[in-house]
């Protein structure tokens, strides 16, 4: 039986993307897919924690309680991160659609704002990437920009298709605010930027931490205890190949320091 003074590694969680249209040559036609891109669960594992995949529970599968399962993994993980994916469909923050092209999966989004809600009443810590942001700030019952450039919230593009991840645009970072105190009094910080939407209304409780150089908000964080926290940019591919941008390591070790916080018993509920 382990002793109180051994340490357990966190179990942070991380929310799949869905894979509804699968190639033919992967075998399972008619199927939907779950997955999780790599550098993602890299980046987890570098900080001495285990990252472990959730898999979604279709909400209307009439044998399973989607909110008990939601339930069931915050009280079994140690912290939840939502990595990016798919635009959040407008009608989860009261809006209807203006861009019929747009790719969404309100199916997704769904489970994940259950799951969001599960970790937050268990005090688990939660971090938010891309997408990530901004269903936290949905959650808290904000609204997004549909199209950041096309609505006039920014006055350069966000996401370049072409040069997807090393696509990067300056950021400023709140003066004597917290993710500016864990960065040393950091400033200003190169990001990658992949991304057409962005926070419109600010959710409740919520503060800015961080602004691109055009004034779209980068960061957020609640003003409650609990660690809840979302950025914008990519942490998982500011790596060695991209010194110039803000390293994620303070980030990510405050975030795991959180999750890691309840481990030291030994035991685990």
């Given at each position: 039986m382990p002793v109180a003074s051994e340490h357990v590694a966190p179990l942070i969680g991380l929310s799949p993307r869905l894979l509804r249209h699968v190639p033919p040559e992967l075998g399972f036609r008619g199927k939907t897919l779950q997955y999780l891109e790599q550098s993602l669960a890299t980046l987890?594992?570098?900080?001495?924690?285990?990252?472990?995949?959730?898999?979604?529970?279709?909400?209307?599968?009439?044998?399973?309680?989607?909110?008990a399962v939601c339930r069931g993994f915050a009280t079994h993980l140690d912290g939840l991160v939502l990595q990016g994916g798919a635009d959040i469909h407008p009608s989860c923050y009261g809006q209807q659609?203006?861009?019929?092209?747009?790719?969404?999966?309100?199916?997704?989004?769904?489970?994940?704002?259950?799951?969001?809600r599960a970790f937050i009443a268990e005090g688990k810590p939660v971090l938010g990437v891309c997408r990530g942001m901004q269903?936290?700030?949905?959650?808290?019952?904000?609204?997004?920009?549909?199209?950041?450039?096309?609505?006039?919230?920014?006055?350069d593009p966000h996401v370049v298709p072409?040069?997807?991840?090393?696509?990067?645009?300056g950021l400023v970072l709140q003066t004597n605010g917290w993710l500016s105190s864990l960065y040393g009094g950091m400033e200003e910080a190169?990001?990658?930027?992949?991304?057409?939407?962005?926070?419109?209304?600010?959710?409740?409780?919520?503060?800015?931490?961080?602004?691109?150089?055009?004034?779209?908000?980068?960061?957020v964080r609640h003003e409650?205890?609990?660690?809840?926290?979302?950025?914008?940019?990519?942490?998982?591919?500011?790596?060695e190949h991209y010194p110039e941008l803000m390293p994620p390591g303070p980030l990510v070790k405050a975030f795991l320091a959180e999750?890691?916080?309840?481990?030291?018993?030994?035991?685990?509920?």
């Amino acid at each position: 039986m382990p002793v109180a003074s051994e340490h357990v590694a966190p179990l942070i969680g991380l929310s799949p993307r869905l894979l509804r249209h699968v190639p033919p040559e992967l075998g399972f036609r008619g199927k939907t897919l779950q997955y999780l891109e790599q550098s993602l669960a890299t980046l987890i594992a570098a900080g001495d924690a285990v990252p472990v995949m959730i898999p979604s529970v279709i909400r209307d599968a009439p044998a399973v309680d989607h909110q008990a399962v939601c339930r069931g993994f915050a009280t079994h993980l140690d912290g939840l991160v939502l990595q990016g994916g798919a635009d959040i469909h407008p009608s989860c923050y009261g809006q209807q659609p203006r861009y019929p092209d747009a790719v969404t999966d309100v199916v997704r989004d769904r489970f994940e704002l259950e799951l969001l809600r599960a970790f937050i009443a268990e005090g688990k810590p939660v971090l938010g990437v891309c997408r990530g942001m901004q269903l936290i700030n949905v959650l808290f019952g904000g609204t997004l920009h549909q199209d950041l450039l096309d609505e006039g919230a920014s006055r350069d593009p966000h996401v370049v298709p072409e040069a997807e991840e090393e696509y990067r645009h300056g950021l400023v970072l709140q003066t004597n605010g917290w993710l500016s105190s864990l960065y040393g009094g950091m400033e200003e910080a190169q990001v990658n930027s992949i991304h057409h939407q962005g926070i419109d209304r600010l959710g409740e409780g919520l503060q800015i931490e961080a602004l691109s150089h055009d004034g779209v908000i980068e960061a957020v964080r609640h003003e409650g205890a609990q660690f809840v926290v979302g950025v914008q940019w990519h942490p998982e591919f500011h790596d060695e190949h991209y010194p110039e941008l803000m390293p994620p390591g303070p980030l990510v070790k405050a975030f795991l320091a959180e999750a890691a916080a309840p481990c030291w018993s030994g035991l685990r509920d």
